[in-house]
């Protein structure tokens, strides 16, 4: 089951989509068994990257740190990153060790692996991770990617939203 959860390496570039719907009203403990929802980051003025990770996904692990200076670079201005794992309740402490090994900055929830959480992002069909849904700053999901991609190339993405990206090339 994990593997058929974690397409690794799978690379589609960057889907720009009109933007179709708002914010997704997805309720998700933070790694502390909180309750959040995602609207809570989603479409307050913002651009808003959402990343779903797994503790296991080597991409992940290997390429996290871009969106950790993402994070850094934009929170105070224009931009935030939201992470979300999927490796369900019962592997929150593997989750909690990835955060504290990659020092991610940014809030991250934890969803169980479920089609139907996912879809809820917007863009379709989850494939695996890492990927990458883009909201704009009035929480319209405008991008996907599935796959490693870069802190430039989200910063290009989000000055031309309508414009596909060759993401995860260096």
């Known amino acids: 089951m994990k593997i058929a959860r974690l397409f690794l390496g799978l690379l589609v570039g960057w889907v720009s989509m009109a933007a179709w719907a708002e914010s997704p009203d997805i309720p998700l403990k933070t790694l502390d068994g909180k309750t959040r929802n995602v609207s809570e980051f989603i479409g307050h003025g913002k651009w808003t990257v959402v990343v779903v990770w797994a503790h296991d996904c080597h ?52 969803a169980e692996p479920s089609q139907d959480v996912l879809m809820k992002f917007g863009g379709g069909q989850f494939v695996g991770t890492p990927t990458y849904y883009v909201y704009n700053p009035k929480g319209e999901i405008v991008g996907r990617n599935i796959g490693p991609v870069s802190r430039q190339e989200v910063e290009t993405f989000m000055t031309t939203p309508d414009q596909p990206v060759d993401a995860g090339k260096s």
């Open 59 to 110: 991409i992940c692990g290997s390429e996290i740190h871009e969106m950790t200076d993402f994070h850094q670079a934009h929170q105070a201005k224009d931009a935030v990153v939201l992470g979300v794992t999927i490796d369900g309740y019962d592997q929150v402490k593997e989750a909690r060790q990835f955060v504290e090994k990659h020092k991610l900055p940014f809030v991250n929830l934890i």
